[in-house]
């Protein structure tokens, strides 16, 4: 099938406008992150590639996902963060990164709670189970889950189709880590870590950041400085780019490591979606993305099967992937 023949219909409800001539750096190291128009395709298609590849971020505008159902769903994420201590905990099933991962001491602001697998009926219903969820705040969970998904996967259908890629249904049935995340940020903590730099594991995240509180940074590509993201306009989401979507990009795709920290002294609140990869199938990058010039970066590789790599070699901004690389890229 012609990818144009693949495209899904997403009618957009209107979303606050963002001015489209952006600077790719203002000034005090404040980013200025691409923007793309989620109902401007294929106008976008350079515009995402060049995002995917230069920054490995971008914000999105004219989305589909209600402003009423992202308030909703970051009340909820609050409301169930400001549970006792002892509840979230019950969330914890002794799998590192699953489930409630407390205040540490590599991270002593931050706490989140999460759900590997959200789209799994009992795996959800088992976390709600555990922490006395309401009917009505699981509604409003799986109605964001739901509207994230098919984002996920319109961006992903545009992003292959942009590459001049065949690849029907791209990233249907992929496992998304659910998590909500507060940092509990203070006037006296100032200039401490909420997040330390890392990159994410997915292949594709979707983050709705906390609109008033700022605080994440991001390391740019060219230049390896660490700059700053403003927060999120209100309405507007963030895609972030994993170690995975640079493995199946043939590390065209820049995997950003990114952290946050404490510059306002105000707590921060964030929901976050990560689109892992395939469940079954192996990571690997599409034969047209490989050539004589640009060899075979990395090994396939199960999705899994780097979770646990990265996880055991404490590799969290993206070393892990060099367990995966290929001899003949090897640069000698
Ligand atoms: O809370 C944020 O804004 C960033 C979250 C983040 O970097 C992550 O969960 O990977």
Redesign the pocket.
């Known amino acids: 099938m012609h990818p144009m023949q693949n495209q899904q219909h997403y009618s957009p409800t209107p979303q606050p406008k963002i001015p489209k001539k952006r600077r790719r750096k203002s000034s005090m190291n404040t980013s200025c992150i691409p923007v793309i128009d989620i109902k401007d395709f294929p106008g976008q298609s350079e515009k995402l590639i060049a995002a995917c590849e230069e920054w490995g971020c971008f914000r999105i505008i004219n989305h589909k996902i209600p402003l009423s159902l992202m308030s909703e769903m970051k009340a909820v994420g609050e409301s169930l963060l400001s549970l006792p201590m002892e509840i979230k905990r019950k969330t914890f099933d002794g799998v590192v990164g699953k489930g409630y991962i407390p205040p540490s001491e590599i991270n002593p602001l931050y706490e989140s709670l999460g759900v590997y697998d959200i789209a799994l009926a009992e795996v959800f219903h088992s976390f709600c189970d555990r922490l006395n969820v309401s009917t009505h705040q699981r509604e409003t969970i799986l109605r964001y889950f739901k509207a994230v998904e098919e984002l996920a996967r319109y961006i992903g259908g545009k992003l292959v189709e942009a590459l001049g890629l065949d690849i029907p249904e791209f990233m249907q049935g992929w496992p998304c880590q659910f ?1 909500l ?1 507060k940092y509990h940020f203070t006037p006296e903590s100032v200039g401490s870590n909420g ?1 330390r730099m ?1 990159s ?1 594991l997915s292949y594709l ?1 979707i ?1 709705q ?2 609109e008033s509180v700022g605080g ?1 940074e991001l390391v740019d590509k060219q230049s390896g400085e660490i700059i700053d993201v403003e927060p999120s306009p209100p309405g507007t989401l963030l895609v972030v780019l994993g170690d995975i979507a640079k493995a199946w990009s043939n590390g065209r795709f820049y995997n950003v490591k ?1 952290r ?1 920290q404490n510059k306002e002294g105000k707590p ?1 609140v ?1 929901v ?1 979606a990560f689109f892992l990869g395939p469940k079954e199938a192996k990571v690997e990058a599409p034969l047209e993305l490989v050539g004589s010039d640009l060899p075979r970066a990395y090994v396939p590789f199960d999705v899994e099967e780097y979770r646990m790599v990265r996880l055991s070699t404490r590799s969290s901004t993206g070393e892990a992937l060099e367990h995966f690389r290929t001899t003949s890229s090897i640069k000698i």
Request: cysteine-free.
């Open positions: 998590r995340l997040a890392h994410d995240t983050l950041d906390d994440l990114h946050v921060r964030s976050v």
